[in-house]
């Protein structure tokens, strides 16, 4: 008797809050309170891997699909070029050469795409030579629906992976001993006894992991140019916040990397001229980064969601590398 009462007692003991056991932490493959275990953690790493393989067959598909259409009017318009070469309209028949040596060009940059992102050669020969013997409207309107459908496909993908990095209310484990900025006091339980983390230090591991992966953003040079950079900004192994820039090839590979030290956000940036004007203008956003080497780098953001994305995000790297600063500066 006096020992199945102190079984009870135990088992009463080792309840958590919410009558799941271990006090509210529980172990791997176990539920406590609402949070995400190790175990919970490991498996949505795994189940992210497998969208983002998902994502990138769909980009490989479509941009099979493109090549296709590229072949298709490239094959048309050097039919047309040929049969329009025997008329007696000397400018049409060169305007129509044009057109076709254009077109061809185009195909030919799809076709490498593709192949650079990885589509079997095989398969997209098979694509090809199918594409360059359409001749029929109704088939040539089939391989655009086509390619526009594996587009829009490629375009949700990318958009419910940004939003499950955004749209998380759980906690992740973390490295011990490291901080994410804000009262450190506060958090010193979360960062160094245990497992978990609050939400919105949950949300600033998503910053960090989102900015360190980059995506790709508008950059302006100094003399007004505008170019299409894959953009990412991370802590450094050397301690200082990088910014690292890519310029993507016409045909997919990456032909530039340049890395500058980022020392401070620019949200006052106004707004380019002239981007008003197009579709959406309204709603884009400016920042700067301010580096050691470059000055000022000016960058364009779709949305307010994006702008506040990259600027606060950008705003709390430099602020954990400050703070990691001031801990190991020594005391005078």
Known sequence: ???????????????GPGGGGGGGCAGPGGGGGGNKTVGRWLKDRRERKKEETRAHNAQLHAAVSVAGVAAAVAAIAAATAASSSSGKDEQMSKTDMAVASAATLVAAQCVEAAEAMGAEREHLASVVSSAVNVRSPGDILTLTAAAATALRGVATLKARALKDVWNIAAVIPVEKGMGLGGNNHNNAHSNHSGELVTEENFLGICSQEFLARGCELLKRTRKGDLHLKIVSVYIHRTGVVMLKMKSRHVAGTITKKKKNVVLEVCKDI???????????????????????????????????????VWTEGVSRLLTIVAERNNRHKPNV
């Open 1 to 15: 008797m006096q020992l199945s009462r102190t079984a009870n007692t135990k088992k009463t003991q080792n309840r």
């Open 270 to 308: 106004p707004a380019w001229p002239g981007r008003h004007l197009l579709e959406g203008g309204e709603q884009r956003r400016y920042f700067g980064l301010k580096t050691a080497l470059r000055g000022v780098v000016e960058f364009e953001c779709r949305n307010q969601r994006e702008y506040e």
